[in-house]
């Protein structure tokens, strides 16, 4: 069973930074990428960073230069640093596992962040 647990989130001000961790624990065969992605309310969820088992990243169009996505093999994690904040950015940031051999995709709990004007 694979468990994602996301951190990090927050209340921070327009301009700021945050940076969200995620811990992937259990079995992780099968993942072959993982993904943050976000919803903000009324809003449908949307992909917001993706990085592969072989490091490679992608990002959605509104946060290239200010998102980096990396991930630390040796322990399971996986970040999103997040700078120049803007209240756009504001949803609910979810960690997602992406599995292939016909395994579903597993995702965290979610981590709330807020950014104020």
């Known amino acids: 069973q694979v468990q994602l647990v996301e951190s990090g989130g927050g209340l921070v001000q327009s301009g700021g930074s945050l940076r969200l961790s995620c811990v992937v624990s259990?079995?992780?065969?099968?993942?072959?990428?993982m993904n943050w992605y976000r919803q903000a309310p009324g809003k449908e969820r949307e992909l917001v960073a993706a990085i592969d088992n072989g490091g490679r990243t992608t990002y959605t169009d509104s946060v290239p230069g200010r998102f980096t996505i990396s991930r630390e093999n040796a322990k399971n994690l996986v970040f999103l640093q997040m700078n120049s904040l803007k209240p756009e950015d504001t949803a609910v940031y979810y960690c997602n596992a992406h599995r292939v051999f016909g395994l579903h995709d597993v995702w965290g709990q979610g981590t709330q962040v807020t950014v104020s004007s």
């Open positions: 259990g079995s992780i065969f099968g993942i072959n990428g």
